[in-house]
């Protein structure tokens, strides 16, 4: 996640580009980078799957920020710490540790129980 000049988030993607030389060897070429608004992934991917009864599916960085979400305002946000600010009361370690767990590669079938899902 990056702020562009005009002040937005968006997701900013970069990859070196090569070309192949007669001798069959890779030469660097230029890189070609991408930004689009994270919003997008939401309403293309997201907004549509539905977990259990209530829940959403999400999008984590590798920093462990929402790429995109049912919420709109937790997009860009820390996932760790933005839904403790929305509902302190609540406790969220069963779900960060799911997320740790993802963000570090594993899979797995996991629940949790959570203060609000779609309301």
């Known amino acids: ?9 968006r997701v900013r993607v970069a990859s070196p580009v090569y070309t192949e030389e007669e001798k069959g060897e ?4 230029g890189i070609i980078v991408c930004s ?19 829940g959403y599916a999400w ?8 790429l995109a ?3 709109k305002e937790f997009i860009g946000k820390d996932a760790f710490k933005i839904r403790a600010q ?3 009361e609540l406790s969220y370690d069963s779900i960060n540790q799911i997320q ?20």
Not at 59 to 66: A, D, K, N, T
Request: glycine share 12%; no cysteine.
């Open 26 to 29: 890779e030469k660097f070429n």
């Open 36 to 54: 689009f608004d994270p919003e997008i992934l939401s309403t293309l991917y997201l907004f549509s799957i539905i977990s259990g009864k209530t």
């Open 59 to 66: 999008l984590l960085s590798e920093e462990g920020v929402f």
């Open 100 to 119: 740790k767990k993802m963000m570090a590669g594993e899979e797995g079938v996991d629940r949790y129980i959570s203060g609000w899902h779609r309301g």
């Open 1 to 9: 996640m990056i702020i562009n000049e005009r002040g937005q988030g």
């Open 86 to 88: 929305t509902n302190p």
């Open 69 to 71: 979400h049912h919420e």
